[in-house]
């Protein structure tokens, strides 16, 4: 061996630079992911604080008392309950079915394309725009009057695009060989749709649908505009409280009332509301992934 | 044409277009009932479009136009009383990669009964007993039989590329058409399907595309070579291999050696 070659498996400059740029760039995403959880940690843990007093089941069963200076949450919790319930029942089988639709069987023309581009913008349109939308269409025009029905359909056609686009997701993601596998045994659409398409891409679809209960009960303009009241008077712990074309209290609304309109509220209870509303959220967040698990586990469908 | 024609399909001047890039140009051909025929040539000549005309299944993937006949068993496909549910249940088709479904392999198995019959006609006893058929016919019934419940996804490639073939038997095909079937598999495995085509044979009308001279040869009776959508020669594999009356064939095979 020459004096001057190098021993074998050593380390050259270059080889230290790279391992310098490896350093940096993990460094880099490393902080960058921390920067991600950190706020959301303190956010939560400052709302846990806060909200400490006030946080125990009969905050979640009161009823406001004292000009909603005091007492609990229980009318704004069951209108956005019912809120998202019903708009979901309106928005999901009429988004996932219309996906249905244009994926497996509208051609692949313009007017597909012309739709499809439709319902990714529909999907941007700030909410605001979607309670105008519901003020004109369901409260006047339909003479629906302020009510549950009018709020929950201005959310069911602010969450339809979205359902629409995620299931299309969905459904695109379902391996084309499984098709194939059922065309050439002679299956219908239908029987393609149903025995391999649905059930391989329930779990994605319900997820789509299941995000979108967070944002049904977190818009405030949509049900403000077209059926959330500042006040309603009901039963404590009644589920059954409002009818479809009564006004209801709004868990979003509610928390913008007591923060901001009504003096003197107690200090917990702002923070304590938006606990619920974080925990419900999480909590069918949590449900949703669940129910996935538990779909993709399943060996028989 | 009154006499029993030996023809298990023919096709008469076919042209298929995908929007407008013609695939198929004027192919004429007669494969013989009963036997093995393998379909050649370079990667994009139009071997899976012109299987994939046999069941009518083109039309199913984007926009296709076709003229020109097609007749199975003497009948024209194109036919106005052609039900394709029943087209497609006579002609099956087996894919370059596996594709059983994420179910069971019972559940593989049975799959086409379920779509062509209704749930009453079909007794677990009946069920059971074309399990046991098809899986024996292409020799997994010995290795499978305690394992009906697992999922298909799980086999060997090779067990899974048989069980497609099993797949499609209780719907009792007349013409099986297999693209590139073993271009996923070992040596083993690829063996194991040539020795299942073999045992198939007479039964059914069997078409292979493959990219392997070699199978091609030692797994068909008969071989049509194509190019650029065109039908170059047909004739009977030793013959085209050792006799190709085309230089373009010749040019392709030694191609291939070389
Ligand atoms: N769905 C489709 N839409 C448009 N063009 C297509 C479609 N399928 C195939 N083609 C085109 O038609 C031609 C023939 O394709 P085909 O798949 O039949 O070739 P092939 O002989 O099977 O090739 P390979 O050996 O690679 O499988 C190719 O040029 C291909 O690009
Ligand atoms: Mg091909």
């Not at chain 2, 042209?15 to 494969?31: D, G, P, S």
């Not at chain 2, 058929?133 to 996804?153: H, P, Q, S």
Request: proline content about 5%.
């Amino acid at each position: 061996m020459k004096p001057d070659t190098p021993a074998l498996f050593t380390e050259t400059a270059l080889v230290r630079r790279k391992y310098r740029q490896e350093t940096v760039a993990k460094w880099v995403f490393f902080v960058m992911a921390a920067a991600m959880i950190i706020p959301l940690l303190l956010i939560v843990g400052y709302l846990m604080v806060k909200a400490a007093p006030s946080l125990t089941l009969g905050f979640l069963l009161d009823v406001p008392v004292r000009g909603m200076t005091e007492g609990g949450i229980w009318p704004a919790f069951v209108g956005t309950i019912y809120l998202v319930f019903i708009s979901l029942a309106i928005s999901a089988p009429i988004g996932i079915l219309a996906a249905v639709y244009l994926n497996e069987y509208a051609r692949d023309n313009w007017f597909n394309r012309v739709i499809n581009l439709a319902v990714i913008n529909l999907a941007g349109v700030p909410s605001i725009v979607h309670a105008l939308f519901g003020l004109g269409a369901f409260v006047y025009a339909a003479r629906f009057g302020y009510s549950i029905l009018s709020a929950s359909l201005t959310l069911a056609i602010m969450t339809l695009p979205v359902i629409v686009a995620s299931t299309r997701e969905a459904l695109a993601s379902v391996p084309r060989s499984f098709r194939e596998a059922c065309w050439n045994v002679g299956a219908t659409r239908w029987q393609t749709i149903r025995a391999v398409v649905l059930p391989n891409s329930i779990s994605g679809i319900l997820t789509g649908v299941i995000l979108q209960v967070s944002r049904a009960a977190g818009e405030t303009a949509p049900i403000m505009f077209t059926g959330a009241v500042f006040y309603k008077a009901i039963e404590k712990g009644d589920l059954f409280a409002y009818g479809l074309h009564e006004q209801c209290m709004a868990l979003s609304m509610h928390l913008y009332t007591i923060s901001t309109q009504v003096p003197g509220v107690k200090e917990s209870i702002p923070y304590a509301t938006a606990v619920v509303l974080l925990g419900s959220v999480l909590l069918v967040n949590a449900a949703a992934i669940a129910l996935r698990v538990y779909m993709r586990s399943r060996t028989k469908w | 044409m009154s006499d029993p024609v030996p023809y298990a399909i023919t096709t008469q001047d076919l042209n298929l277009w995908y929007a407008r890039f013609q695939a198929l140009i004027r192919v004429t051909t007669r494969i013989k009932h009963g036997l093995i025929t393998s379909l050649i040539g370079p990667s994009g000549c139009g071997k899976t479009t012109l299987l994939r005309c046999f069941n009518r299944v083109n039309e199913r993937y984007g926009y296709v136009t076709t003229t020109g006949e097609i007749k199975l068993h003497g009948k024209n496909i194109y036919d106005p009383d052609v039900s394709l549910v029943e087209l497609r249940k006579s002609v099956g088709m087996v894919f370059q990669r596996p594709n059983p479904l994420p179910i069971s392999v019972y559940e593989n198995v049975v799959f086409g009964m379920r779509i062509h019959h209704a749930r009453a006609q079909l007794s677990r006893a009946r069920l059971d007993e074309a399990v046991e058929k098809a899986l024996t016919e292409v020799g997994l019934w010995n290795d499978l039989k305690d394992r009906l419940g697992m999922k298909a996804t799980g086999l060997l490639l090779e067990q899974q590329q048989k069980l497609c073939i099993a797949r499609l038997l209780p719907l009792k095909p007349e013409i099986i058409l297999m693209d590139e079937p073993c271009s996923a598999l070992d040596v083993e495995g690829t063996r194991a399907i040539e020795e299942l085509m073999f045992a198939m044979k007479g039964r059914y009308t069997i078409v292979i595309v493959t990219h392997n001279m070699a199978q091609a040869r030692r797994a068909s009776d008969e071989c049509i070579f194509m190019l650029m959508g065109e039908l170059i020669e047909h004739n009977r594999t030793e013959e085209l291999f050792l006799n190709p009356h085309n230089p373009k064939t010749a040019e392709y095979i030694e191609g291939r050696y070389g």
